[in-house]
């Protein structure tokens, strides 16, 4: 391999290893997401343009 080889392949799988920390905080964050909904079944959602004083 040339050296401009083998620092694409580093740089490769450096990325790699950072998208796998990214993905398993997106799942860790989903499941928190999904626990919190299924606790709380009224979800009410007031557009900034648009206050329900109901709500």
């Known amino acids: ?14 990325e790699v290893e950072e998208l796998r920390h990214a993905n398993a905080v ?7 997401f999904a626990a919190d909904l299924r606790t709380n079944s009224q979800v009410v959602y007031n557009p900034a343009d648009r206050q329900d004083p109901l709500a």
């Open 1 to 14: 391999m040339t050296v401009d080889e083998r620092a694409e392949l580093r740089r490769l799988r450096n």
């Open 26 to 32: 997106l799942k860790a964050a989903s499941a928190i």
